[in-house]
């Protein structure tokens, strides 16, 4: 909600109009809102590209559009759109350009930052990572006995293992064969567990290491990295060009990658102007690639840049990713909604509520102004989410009957293209693809319309009674394909913007993540028994005696 009074002189106009409106709509029930027009959805869809957005089951109304969208213009969200396009340093704080959606422009686009051919550097790494890709995927890139490489490790944390693990499992059907077998994996936790089960089912000889890295000093990945080295250097010594055969990097930070060991030609590139949250368009999709292929990548960017366009020239009222994002603010600004939940109904997408949690959380977790005053209201809402199919058996209880109101995102592809393989299951596959269709419009349904969707509802006791007027979006795209995720993936990349825009908030620094870390290093040298001289609380001296004395 907003904290401010309706008398506050320094509420806009716009605000002071969303609020009174909200006052009526509060008394609407969406079961109501149906019933009274036939046409709902007809006029609160919109398509683009691969993507439907249907937002009718929202507490909106025609004239709730009119007024968000005078809202965005009032915070100059096309001056915004314009500045992020252009290039300018719209990262504030760390004084940088955020242009992540340079990393999906077609080859002749011109595009330059500070007298750079953005352009051509992008497209330079693009072929550079075609390459790697082609010789690991013919089974052309051998270990130091030179064996074939059968298995890749993604050694990552953040933006550097949640976008390519998500976009690897989404794209599961879209897999293309490899001359030899490929399997692809991700380690990203820092108690090394992780990794650990993973190394006990792979052969040193046969394995090639990604560490990504955009700073390349996470210590996170370092220590992932470095137990990685020796598990090498256990099974195979320590033969010539060791690291060489068996690691690459992919990081803005060459000097550190080489450091490390890293060969030259095994580095790939990122630079300062893409957030690590937003880098998957980049090298750090490198595990993507070796999947589904170099084609497959690039249908993936043609995707997300056709979104970018969308985004940059539709009208506002037509145009996804805007009204996602005012749709949002009406629910957490006015109807004072702060609990949101990602819904994919394929179980390909199960990593997608992971990323965008931190796509929606890190950018917009924010409690001051970008000209560094404190917010006098609510910024992004708590985001989390399941497998549909899943969450139904875990938390849809609180989402029917229980107090806290949730809005929702139902995702869902309308067709599963099967390839060849498949063809021996295609048809009980199909069946289940329609079974999961068919539960989440029931349960966007339910969450909705309440009771109204129920036959003799009045006739049952309290406990079988649903409320409903739950708001929520439901997102079909014409098929699960490269082309379609970059699309839905750039709509929410833009939906954070337009919503840091209208919270007047940075959404590409993330200054709350740093400071624990920089505990944790003190911390860490009282585990290890070191005098420090600087006092610390009384539960985190208490909890590290404890484990000292051995739990």
Not at 28 to 39: I, S, V, W
Not at 253 to 276: P, R, S, Y
Not at 280 to 309: K, R
Not at 345 to 371: A, C
């Amino acid at each position: 909600m907003i904290d401010t009074t309706k008398g506050d002189t320094r509420m806009s106009a716009a605000w002071q109009a969303l609020l009174d409106h909200g006052q009526s709509m509060r008394e609407k029930h969406l079961a109501d809102l149906f019933a009274a027009d036939g046409k709902r959805f007809e006029r609160l869809h919109r398509e683009a590209g691969p993507l439907l957005l249907d937002f009718s089951k929202q507490r909106v109304e025609e004239q709730t559009l009119e007024l968000l969208l005078q809202m965005a213009r009032e915070k100059d969200l096309a001056g915004w759109i314009d500045r992020l396009f252009a290039g300018e340093r719209v990262n504030c704080s760390e004084g940088r350009a955020a242009m992540h959606w340079a990393l999906r422009l077609p080859a002749e686009a011109e595009c330059t930052l500070d007298g750079t051919d953005v352009t051509a550097q992008v497209h330079a790494q693009l072929r550079r990572m075609g390459e790697i890709v082609d010789k690991v995927r013919a089974g052309q890139w051998r270990g130091a006995t030179g064996e074939v490489i059968t298995d890749v490790v993604n050694i990552g944390v953040g933006g550097s293992d949640l976008g390519p693990l998500m976009m690897t499992e989404a794209l599961t059907d879209s897999r293309k064969r490899t001359a030899s077998p490929l399997r692809t994996h991700f380690a990203s936790t820092m108690d090394g567990s992780q990794l650990s089960q993973l190394l006990g089912n792979m052969s040193p000889h046969s394995t090639l290491f990604i560490i990504s890295s955009k700073s390349f000093s996470t210590i996170d990945t370092l220590s992932n990295a470095e137990t990685a080295r020796h598990w090498l250097q256990r099974g195979l010594g320590n033969p010539e060009g060791l690291l060489d055969c068996h690691f690459m990097g992919v990081s803005s930070a060459t000097e550190k990658m080489t450091e490390w060991g890293i060969a030259k030609e095994n580095q790939m590139m990122l630079w300062d102007w893409v957030g690590g949250r937003y880098s998957l368009w980049s090298a750090i999709g490198l595990p993507v690639a070796l999947n589904i292929g170099m084609q497959g990548f690039c249908e993936l960017l043609a995707g997300a840049h056709e979104m970018d366009e969308h985004f940059r020239t539709a009208p506002w009222a037509d145009n996804l990713p805007v009204l996602m994002a005012m749709v949002g603010v009406w629910n957490t600004n006015v109807l004072g909604i702060n609990a949101h939940a990602i819904l994919p109904y394929d179980g390909r997408m199960k990593e997608l509520p992971n990323y965008l949690e931190q796509l929606e959380m890190e950018s917009n977790g924010k409690s001051v102004t970008r000209s560094g005053e404190k917010v006098r209201w609510a910024t992004c809402p708590i985001v989390w989410g399941n497998v549909g199919p899943n969450a139904q058996h875990a938390f849809y209880q609180l989402l029917h009957q229980g107090t806290e109101a949730v809005t929702c995102d139902f995702i869902m592809p309308a067709r599963r293209y099967l390839e060849k393989r498949h063809n021996a299951a295609a048809p009980e596959l199909v069946a289940q693809h329609e079974l999961a269709l068919a539960n989440c419009l029931a349960q966007s349904r339910l969450l909705a319309l309440g009771d109204a969707a129920l036959k003799d509802a009045e006739s049952m006791p309290a406990e079988k009674r649903y409320r409903g007027n739950q708001p929520s979006s439901t997102l079909l795209l014409d098929e699960l394909t490269p082309r379609s995720m970059g699309a839905l993936i750039a709509l929410y990349e833009h939906k954070v913007f337009v919503q840091s825009v209208i919270w007047d908030i940075n959404p590409f620094d993330q200054w709350g993540v740093e400071m624990g870390k920089k505990i944790a290093v003190d911390t860490l040298a009282r585990l290890r028994g070191a005098e420090c001289g600087d006092a610390t609380d009384g539960s985190t001296q208490g909890l590290v005696e404890r484990i000292l004395r051995g739990g």
